[in-house]
């Protein structure tokens, strides 16, 4: 809505202004981190985060090189590795912050089952007791095993109406909730996520995207002939890219490939959080949908949205999804503001070649990247820990020190609005109205100020009762008794016993 | 002219004229039939009118509240803003006496003109005090200032309709008519602007290309 109110502005204005500002804007993107403000011009920022190291196979001690690594999955201080080219699975214990022990490496399972080996695995998840779910693309299954990989059950093609019992099994990335239920991605199964009961039976589908489609091409189908139509392309939903299930139980499934239009109009969602019954409830509350990059323009090779390949969920409910086709993290607040954006492509570390997973340890960050062969780490610099400390304490009802630690995120960065909303809404919570509504004003946070003020008005009311009280009486009763004295005057004026 | 202005009762005039403007809104048909009739509007109330409407839309972008007008700053080229109403304005009167003249249109060109800013009277008159308004309003009481603010505009939309049939002296039907013709005419007018202006600059342009091929060969 305000990128067009602001291109009816530059329309109707037409301004040299600011065709040198946008200049501004494009030269303002060499900066690693980066915010989008109100506006949603490109401000600059301090880093976020930091990277601790970029760790290939041989780094972590490891006798080959990864191959391909397609999942990732961290429990605690063990990371699981797909390392999909080699058909083996690595699992590696962070013990320091730069220090890292093997645990395990796997390429098989034991117990009762015919196909031992595994081929090809996409994704792994590990459930609370130690299970482990491996999606083994190459054997059209998924597998659950027990902590010493011994077979417990498996899961195959769903047994469905819309599902050819001939096709593959293509299973591709797999969550896990807390009472054991699959929920897979499948390739070519587009119906949404196939939904597996603990005891491995298919129960359904959920959470499809909604079909977007255009008006001209829904016209003309109406028009084709049955062979025309044929041989058109179908509307059908877009098939996630990948999933991830936060510890509310929620699923965040993200998709890429959207056509630019449907993202601008809200038709398409990259980023979807789906309730048990499959509906979207992701809270958009911020200027911008949160779909990364809000500028598309072609540059440096890359051009269309963000491609949102993975996504990572933090417990104080902020999620980092990751852009593959720029090489960006974006991270968004339970709001759906945008808390930072940084990246890259290329080779330099902090930088990516071609991401495919993100996971979280604490408030750190892992990006497998599956060209490069490598993970990168990420640790939160000061400026990152103040946001997460701010808004963590202000989900805990510390409204006071979220208010401090916040004033210290704006000293060390002036354009980041989230501060200056923090701030505000911490005073809103202190009561301190007047001082709320300066802040929120200069975001342009309309809610919140009308929030603010509405009990700043209220208060200012009850301690002036007396003085609006007199002035409205006084607005009555001074041309009453201006009319009285001169009607008197007029009567003594005419009165006869002054005549003379 | 001097003498004029020492003269006590050009002021008198003008103060009358000015009110004369809270009239002609408030009975429309009326009021405008005397403001060329019987020569009760001035130049100097007209421009008066287009002067505080300028001068309110201006403002509005300051004062009004944040709720309701956001404004980009870095966009902002004040001279253009106030051209974005002073120049469609200019080109409306162009246009619609060049049109009326053509068809029995009694107004003059300073008629159409004097006529035209007394119909924006509404939006000085109800814009100032809502700009003061919006800073005591939160959102939930929004409507009261888009529907006010929607109000101003209308008014004088049908301000200027009536104006026009009533310096024309032209029917209801056919001073419809005649405005959306008007409108028509200002298309045309910018057209031929646009080309104007291109040829001007092709025709400039070419000239200065010569004159830098001549200092280079000399």
Same mark, same amino acid.
């Given at each position: 809505m305000k990128k067009i109110i602001r291109l009816i502005g530059a329309l109707t204005l037409g301004t040299v202004v600011l065709a040198t500002s946008s200049l501004g804007v494009l030269a303002a993107e060499k900066s690693y981190t980066y915010n989008y403000d109100y506006w949603g011009d490109v401000q600059d920022s301090p880093d976020v985060y930091t990277v601790t190291g970029v760790y290939t196979a041989e780094a972590f001690g490891l006798d080959i090189n990864f191959r391909n690594p397609q999942g990732m999955f961290v429990k605690d201080n063990m990371i699981y590795i797909c390392d999909t080219g080699n058909n083996r699975i690595v699992q590696i214990e962070r013990i320091g912050t730069k220090q890292f022990e093997v645990a395990r490496i796997f390429d098989s399972i034991q117990g009762? !089952?015919? /196909?031992k080996n595994l081929s090809g695995p996409t994704d792994i998840a590990v459930s609370e007791e130690g299970d482990i779910f491996i999606s083994d693309n190459g054997n059209a299954r998924i597998v659950k095993v027990d902590s010493d990989l011994n077979y417990l059950l498996q899961f195959n093609l769903p047994v469905d109406? !819309? /599902?050819? =019992?001939?096709s593959t099994f293509q299973p591709s990335k797999i969550v896990i909730d807390t009472a054991g239920r699959v929920y897979c991605i499948a390739t070519?199964?587009?119906?949404?996520l196939c939904k597996y009961e603990a005891d491995g039976t298919f129960s359904g589908f959920v959470g499809a995207t909604r079909v977007t489609f255009d008006w001209m091409d829904y016209i003309w189908k109406k028009l084709a002939t049955q062979e025309q139509r044929a041989r058109m392309v179908s509307f059908v939903p877009t098939a996630y890219d990948n999933i991830y299930i936060d510890h509310e139980g929620f699923i965040y499934a993200c998709a890429g490939g959207m056509e630019e239009k449907d993202l601008d109009s809200g038709a398409a969602a990259a980023i979807r959080k789906l309730n048990l019954m499959g509906n979207d409830i992701l /809270?958009?509350?911020?200027? &911008? =949908?949160?779909?990364?990059?809000l500028y598309w323009g072609k540059g440096g090779g890359y051009e269309g949205p963000s491609y949102f390949t993975d996504v990572t969920v933090f417990e104080n409910d902020i999620y980092v999804c990751l852009d593959k086709n720029r090489g960006r993290l974006f991270g968004y607040d339970d709001q759906g503001n945008t808390v930072f954006c940084f990246g890259g492509n290329g080779?330099?570390?902090?930088?990516?070649r071609q991401p495919a997973a993100i996971e979280h340890m604490g408030h750190d960050l892992l990006v497998l990247d599956t060209l490069d062969c490598s993970i990168t780490f990420f640790t939160p610099t000061e400026f990152g820990s103040l946001i997460y400390s701010a808004i963590e304490d202000f989900d805990a009802g510390d409204y006071e020190k979220s208010g401090e630690s916040w004033k210290k995120v704006m000293a060390l960065d002036?354009? &980041?609005?989230l501060a200056y909303i923090g701030i505000g809404r911490s005073l809103l919570r202190q009561k301190q109205y007047r001082e709320a509504m300066d802040y929120f004003e200069l975001k342009y946070d309309e809610d919140n100020y009308s929030r603010a003020y509405k009990q700043y008005r209220k208060e200012w009311v009850e301690e002036h009762i007396v003085v609006i009280v007199i002035v409205i009486l006084a607005a009555f009763l001074i041309p009453l008794s201006i009319g009285k004295v001169k009607s008197i005057r007029h009567e003594i004026d005419i009165a006869d016993i002054f005549r003379a | 002219m001097i003498a004029a202005l020492k003269n006590k009762n050009t002021y008198l005039k003008y103060i009358d004229s000015l009110r004369f403007a809270l009239y002609c809104i408030t009975h429309p048909l009326d009021g405008f039939w005397d403001l060329t009739h019987e020569r009760r509007g001035t130049y100097a109330a007209a421009n008066t009118i287009l002067f505080l409407s300028l001068l309110v839309r201006v403002m509005k972008l300051r004062y009004t509240s944040f709720v309701f007008m956001r404004v980009y700053w870095e966009g902002i080229n004040i001279f253009l803003y106030v051209a974005s109403v002073a120049f469609p304005l200019a080109m409306f009167v162009v246009g619609n006496w060049g049109l009326t003249t053509l068809f029995? +249109?009694? +107004?003059?060109l300073g008629q159409v003109y004097m006529a035209s800013c007394y119909a924006m009277t509404p939006y000085p008159l109800i814009q100032f005090p809502l700009m003061v308004f919006s800073?005591?309003?939160?959102v939930d009481e929004a409507e009261f200032y888009s529907v006010l603010s929607m109000l101003s505009l209308l008014w004088a939309a049908m301000l200027f309709i009536a104006a026009m049939g009533q310096i024309h002296e032209f029917g209801f039907a056919k001073n419809i008519l005649f405005m959306f013709a008007s409108l028509f005419a200002m298309l045309v007018i910018v057209f031929i602007l646009l080309l104007f202006f291109s040829m001007i600059s092709q025709g400039v342009a070419y000239f200065i290309s010569m004159g830098k091929e001549i200092m280079f060969r000399l």
């Open positions: 009762d !089952t015919d /196909v109406s !819309t /599902v050819s =019992p001939d070519s199964i587009n119906q949404g /809270v958009q509350n911020g200027e &911008y =949908p949160a779909y990364g990059d080779n330099m570390d902090g930088y990516f002036g354009n &980041y609005d | 029995d +249109g009694k +107004g003059r800073n005591f309003v939160t």
